[in-house]
């Protein structure tokens, strides 16, 4: 059983940056793919972003260029760089975690989650 929990969500003007942090529990954690996903309130949960036990990483059309998506093994914890916020990016964000090396787009490719953590972007 993976644990994961979310933080450094909250309240930015558009343009600006933030970084989200997903710790995992669990000693096989660098064997996993980890995504990020988002959900807006009324829209269903999407695909930000993932990055593979290797370190190969990919992107949303709508956030390449403006995310980035890291990883700490040593440390168990993936991280999402937001810059160039804007108000269309508010949503509550997921990190998951894939029981593979590598990992698709599709939520259902993921076998644990975390909470989620809000981030909101005013204009």
């Known amino acids: 059983q993976v644990q994961l929990v979310e933080s450094g969500g909250g309240l930015v003007q558009a343009g600006g940056s933030l970084r989200l942090s997903c710790a995992a529990s669990?000693?096989?954690?660098?064997?996993?793919?980890m995504g990020w996903f988002r959900q807006a309130p009324g829209k269903e949960r999407s695909f930000v972003g993932a990055?593979?036990?290797?370190?190969?990483?990919y992107y949303a059309d709508s956030v390449k260029g403006r995310f980035t998506i890291s990883r700490d093994n040593a440390e168990n914890t993936v991280y999402l760089q937001m810059n160039s916020l804007k108000p269309e990016d508010t949503a509550v964000y997921y990190c998951?975690?894939?029981?593979?090396?590598?990992?698709?787009?599709?939520?259902?490719?993921?076998?644990?989650w975390g909470q989620g953590t809000q981030v909101t972007v005013s204009s």
């Open positions: 998951a975690a894939a029981r593979t090396a590598a990992s698709g787009s599709y939520y259902a490719a993921y076998d644990y």
């Open positions: 669990g000693r096989t954690f660098s064997s996993y793919a």
């Open positions: 990055i593979w036990s290797g370190g190969s990483t």
